[in-house]
């Protein structure tokens, strides 16, 4: 693939501004043991206006449960929600893979209110 293809098909500005991406603060963190994939299960705070949301997140190998407590992170919170095994995930938490496939939480560089949208 050269430089200039893309990745996947092309979307438009209207597709990007359905999806909602917003600014939260895990309030809880706990060990997700049925799940398939090792993962742990989030409650994020989005403020007021979205409240707290469900999110299992497979992210084991970067995290534990006490540093993710606090965290600001990223996260869909306008898919219709999905069940995980025995667990209803409400937003998808975003992150992306480092050099060893691992995922690193996608976290704004400097403090945004819960509940911030993505510009």
């Known amino acids: 693939m050269s430089k200039n293809e893309a990745a996947t098909p092309l979307a438009s500005f209207d597709d990007f501004m359905k999806i909602d991406i917003r600014c939260g603060t895990v309030v809880e963190a706990a060990p997700f043991p049925e799940a398939r994939k ?5 409650v994020i705070d989005f403020g007021p206006e979205i409240g707290t949301r469900k999110s299992s997140a497979q992210i084991t190998e970067q995290y534990s449960l006490d540093t993710l407590v606090g965290k600001k992170v990223m996260a869909v919170v306008n898919f219709p ?3 995980i095994g025995p667990f209803m995930s409400e937003v998808l938490t975003l992150g992306v893979a480092n ?3 691992e995922v690193v939480l996608v976290t704004p560089d400097s403090d945004a209110p819960d509940g911030s949208r993505l510009h």
């Open 99 to 101: 050099e060893r496939g």
């Open 81 to 83: 929600p999905r069940q």
């Open 38 to 42: 090792p993962a742990i299960k989030l």
